[in-house]
């Protein structure tokens, strides 16, 4: 299973740390996305990383604001880091994992955390 985690309130130009944890299974073999889904909107992929490191990918959206990265310390915690926040990342954040490789698509991922909300004001 993945938890995510970290969410919360903040005003615009703050930073926010996410967190997914997984749980029951050995994920250092696979590919875990954070996906982004606002009131109204589709879910969007935001950032990728294999989970043992080595490979991350951003949307344009995020790029230069967030990062993700696997704890050092706790290799079943995977961070995504966001500064300089916007309104418009006001969202339910959800983590999840595959094994094949990163992907956009939702639908292509089996395993997903609860999601934690992220609220910016402007």
């Known amino acids: 299973q993945l938890q995510a985690s970290g969410g919360g309130s903040v005003q615009a130009g703050g930073s926010l740390r996410l967190s997914c944890t997984a749980s029951?299974?050995?994920?250092?073999?696979?590919?875990m996305g954070w996906f982004r889904q606002a009131p109204g909107k589709e879910r969007e992929y935001v950032a990728g990383i294999r989970w043992n490191g080595g490979i991350t990918y951003y949307s344009d959206s995020v790029k230069g604001r967030f990062a993700v990265a696997r704890d050092n310390a706790r290799r079943n915690v995977v961070h995504l880091q966001m500064n300089s926040l916007k309104p418009e990342d006001t969202a339910v954040y959800y983590c999840a994992s595959r094994i094949k490789g990163l992907s956009s698509r939702s639908y292509e991922y089996d395993y997903w955390g609860q999601g934690t909300q992220v609220t910016v004001s402007s």
């Open positions: 029951g299974r050995t994920f250092g073999s696979y590919f």
